[in-house]
């Protein structure tokens, strides 16, 4: 029984194109998280979502657009994707906000090639 | 923001032996740290953690030792299987739940 899942696992698209990851956690934890993780394995948080609210926005371009229907889904739409993007994209959820000391749950991770 | 870092980026091991992670931090006010594995292709895995009042804490095979005088934490591995063989980050949750950069560890047959 997963605890947080995203799907796709692996997206491969052109430059240009719109793209959605979505995810989605069943453990009822009220934070919900997007990292990035790079070629060197470095993990950057993107955003933070408590209760469908944002509390977190890391200086990303405004061509990534978190969307919180419920507290149980967190899916991240790009826009205008371009070759930079091409990453593993990583939901994760925790029972508290990001200032609470509890561990994070990730999901499998999405990993997105841009062409 | 003040961030969390690591030492070394790889380290090979012999199976049977034991394995030193190593992560430095910079935020002084930090109580709290995991450690994560992040096996190949797959998201990052809770292994342990420990609050800043304590100074050592022990699980099944691994043992995470905090020093908050000169802000270092270390993850300890006895008997390393191949199994272990992954990236470890050390995390920290009350900072935006920064990560440090990670160490991969490659354990030997």
């Known amino acids: 029984d997963t605890a947080v899942s995203q799907t796709p696992k692996y997206l491969v698209t052109q430059m240009g194109n719109d793209k959605s990851i979505k995810c989605e956690q069943n453990l009822g934890h009220d934070t919900m998280y997007w990292y990035k993780q790079d070629s060197k394995k470095f993990l950057k948080i993107m955003f933070s979502?408590?209760?469908?609210?944002?509390?977190i926005n890391e200086t990303v371009p405004n061509r990534f657009s978190p969307k919180s229907p419920d507290k149980a889904h967190l899916n991240l739409h790009i826009n205008s994707l371009e070759l930079g993007d091409s990453a593993v994209y990583f939901c994760a959820s925790s029972q508290a906000g990001y200032r609470m000391n509890t561990e994070a749950f990730f999901g499998q991770g999405t990993r997105l090639t841009v062409v | 923001g003040e961030s969390v870092g690591l030492h070394l980026p790889t380290l090979s091991v012999q199976e049977g032996d034991n394995s030193i992670i190593n992560c430095a931090y910079s935020n002084s006010a930090s109580d709290y740290f995991i450690w994560y594995k992040q096996e190949s292709g797959k998201g990052p895995q809770f292994i342990i953690d420990?609050?800043?009042?304590?100074d050592k804490r022990q699980g099944q095979r691994v043992t995470v030792l905090l020093n908050k005088t000169v802000k270092h934490l270390s993850l300890q591995i006895a008997a390393t299987q191949p199994g272990d063989s992954a990236v470890y980050f050390c995390a920290e949750p009350g900072n935006m739940l920064t990560f440090g950069g990670g160490t991969r560890l490659m354990v030997k047959p």
């Open positions: 420990i609050r800043s009042n304590m």
């Open positions: 979502y408590n209760n469908k609210e944002l509390i």
